[in-house]
């Protein structure tokens, strides 16, 4: 198989994304191309041996090659012609802003091509906070209470201490506050409101345990990773969280009876099924009181959660031959016909 | 103003697209040109005079300019050069799939192009009669109740009758079955599911009241078209529907009390503000014992709804010069910088 790897993004986590691709690069064995979009969604055919920080940082790739999208892939120019970039399938690395909200989703299934990553409609409700809390609602996964702040009804909602405050929007910790009381509130607000006008607040619980489950399915079976308990101070910051996903050291599996092991699958399965087809997600869970909640979906995790895999490279050759785009609709133009038929109007 | 109208796309609703745009052509006093997106969504430039129905069913569009999408706007090639096509404002006018359901919002945003219509949450949550029904319980509008069928889930669930069996995404009443027993069940079953995998069931009550309302918002004011009670048999077949809005005769407002009409408009600013903020948006609404709920959101209703307004071309100039796309983020380096200087590894 032949994939390509597009990174980087108009994001928040544009370099964190980077750090992916160089992750991706040394643990994927198949024929690697890179696709880079640059913070002005302008994209670069980046050659295997110049992917690194010093590349993007100097703006040196502006030197590659230019990408573009037409109806069934990349292509470039050369001297007089056009040629396509070849591969079977494109893993989309792009972390937070466009990678998943929707936008390369969108630009995927409208240019028919065919990709490892979330459709339309599971970005946009995994990306924004509030929505996963009402998709969970709808499929009975548990979620903890929160209330949303929203910048435009300048709401004085005071909640319990110590309060979590989160963009909607944004993945990656970036914007969060955990909170002790009213003087670092209005300071959290400030902060969450220059991500997001949306801010979602819950109760902070000190005593909550964390796990990781990343999974997909494939051929209508499920197949999962181990079980990881993150390891956290109050809650993972950016560098801390991200810096962790280029370990190659095997995992342990997070201490937790067979019974919520199972709980915890049993809740990937409703959120997976049939939303998340096509990509490969790693769902935060807490467990309080033998219960499971979700915490948050990360439809496109960072290096994809590899590191929580046996057998990632035969998961990712499975996966990119059962993905599927939208059927294409076909255009008759029986209605055209039939009213210019009957009146000659139009 | 200078506006390119945007129809077609790969939608069951593309027909009516073309008749949308024809009727705008009439209707809005602008400078206009018309970008068509065919089965295949491949874009071209139509010439205003060549804008009829023949053009289409004839497969005549083929002969005309080619457009590509680039950063900024639409391009097309001439005699060694590449020219833009000029406009001030894009109306997304493609209903249905690729229109409504996100695709050209995202399109539209990744490549920095200015456009009314919904922007992406928006199009996913309108698109979804599931997701809408979420929606509209999330902020405080009520709906009627429903179940989901699921093909995935092969339910025997049996609903009371009569029963309206509506596909959870398509427009203009397609696929849909009023149903009124175990026989014309199945078969409205087989119909839905040939059109999407989720359909929603609710309780046919044929003494429910329709009532459109349309608007939209500019600069923080709502400005409301007229509220029309549409004229029905059982339900609007699709021909009924889009014939309808050719019509350039006065409408007489609906028979409602001030109380009414009041709360029409407050549960209408409810849904709009902010999700659809940039779009001209129509809500079909029931009241039933005096009470309002939300039956379902027409992001891109038919010809815009312009036969609801009384000064349609001076709202859609306002809100052209209202309409916002996201803010770019920009990109400094500064994490890859501080990883690199502190190991060199990257």
Sequence with gaps: M???????????EHEISIVSAVVLKKIL?????FIFCDENREFYAIPSIKLNAKTFSSQAFKKEKKLYLKQGGFYFKSFLSENKLECDCIINLIHGRDGEDGKIA???EFYGVKFIGPRLEASVLS????WTKLYAQSIGVKTLPYTMLRSYENKDFIPNFPCILKPARLGSSIGISVVKDLKELAYAKDIGFEFDEDLLIEEFKNNIKEYNLAGCMIEDEFIFSIIEEPQKKDFLDFEQKYLSFSRHNQLTEANLSEDLKEKLKENFKK????????????????????????NEINPNPGSLAHYL?????QIINK???????????SITYSFLHSINGQKGKL
């Design 309 to 313: 895999f046996k057998d990632f490279n």
């Design 319 to 329: 996966l990119s031959k059962d993905v599927k785009n939208e059927k294409k609709i």
């Design 106 to 108: 969108a630009l995927f």
């Design 271 to 294: 959120i997976y099924n049939p939303l998340f087809k096509g990509a490969l997600i790693r769902c935060d869970f807490f467990i309080l009181d033998e219960e499971v909640y979700l």
């Design 127 to 130: 990306f924004n906070k509030e």
């Design 2 to 12: 032949k994939y390509a790897i597009l990174f980087g993004g108009n994001s928040y």
């Design 29 to 33: 064995k198949a024929d690697l191309s």
